[in-house]
């Protein structure tokens, strides 16, 4: 029987719980082939087949995935699922994996670190440097590799990503030579437009304590993700707004939160 059989196999064999297996107990059961989930096994032994790896699986409250390597036929219990750890969701040629969540089968969705030095930056206004000193690239969290603007009604920067991305993550380097204060109620936002305050908002807005230590990274999480061509951070109300590096993450396009998967 290949392993396509039975996977379907498998689905049939948990519905016939009903509702007396522990959290196989729900009807749908995806695998995902030529894939596994690493570094999360507690448990591994070699099976006949997947529908002896599944049912080791439902029957230990430990159990959130299960590997089953096809040539070997090792069946590894996990104790985390794929989208829990989508960076150790990796290929691996005759291995399936298999969970109860309907996004399995479509691939993973792994942060990664997207550069925006460099970037077309803006600013309400300009004191001693521009919108550009946020991202420069430098790790210094000196005055002179920060941008830095006048006090403003509402200050505002704003980064051009040149085209949309999907924002999972951004982090704010603040300022370490002094005021780190000023960067309280401080809001992330990540949208199309380029008024900053029509876009919405990525984690929450700074708080004192946060702002408090000098030099320190602030990091945002975007909730779900945004999908934007500008990111930006602003104060509500009168202030000052500096901010040393802004970096982000992203999650590939395909992966955003509201978009279509068509595998
Ligand atoms: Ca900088």
């Known amino acids: 029987m290949n392993v396509f059989m039975e996977g379907l196999f498998l689905i049939l064999l948990v519905k016939s719980c009903h509702g007396q297996c522990r959290h196989w107990s729900t009807p749908e059961f995806h695998f995902a082939s030529n894939r596994k989930l690493q570094g999360h096994v507690f448990q591994m032994k070699a099976v006949s087949t997947t529908v002896i790896c599944g049912r080791d699986c439902s029957m230990d409250p430990q159990c959130a995935s299960f590997n089953y390597d096809a040539g070997s036929h ?49 600013q309400s206004s300009m004191h001693n440097n521009g919108a550009a000193a946020a991202v420069d690239g430098s ?6 590799h920060c941008s830095y603007t006048l006090e403003d009604p509402a200050p505002w920067w704003r980064v051009d990503l040149g085209e949309d991305h999907c924002i999972s993550k951004v982090r704010i380097l603040n300022r370490g030579d002094c005021c780190s204060y000023r960067l309280e109620d401080a809001v992330v936002r ?61 999650i590939p396009l395909d992966h955003c939160s509201g978009e279509q998967n068509c595998q």
């Open 74 to 122: 090792l069946c590894e219990l996990n104790n985390q699922t794929r989208l829990q750890s989508p960076c150790t969701f990796v290929e691996k040629q005759d291995s399936f994996y298999f969970d109860e969540s309907k996004k399995t089968t479509a691939g993973t969705a792994c942060a990664r670190e997207f550069s925006i030095v460099g970037k077309p930056a803006e």
């Open 139 to 144: 790790s210094s969290s000196a005055i002179t």
């Open 190 to 250: 990540a949208g199309d437009n380029t008024t900053v305050t029509d876009n919405p908002t990525c984690g929450s807005p700074v708080t004192a304590a946060q702002a408090q230590p000098l030099g320190c990274t602030i990091e945002f999480d975007c909730s779900p993700e945004l999908r934007a061509r500008y990111v930006s951070v602003d104060i509500p109300g009168k202030g000052i707004l500096q901010l040393c590096e802004v970096t982000v993450e992203e």
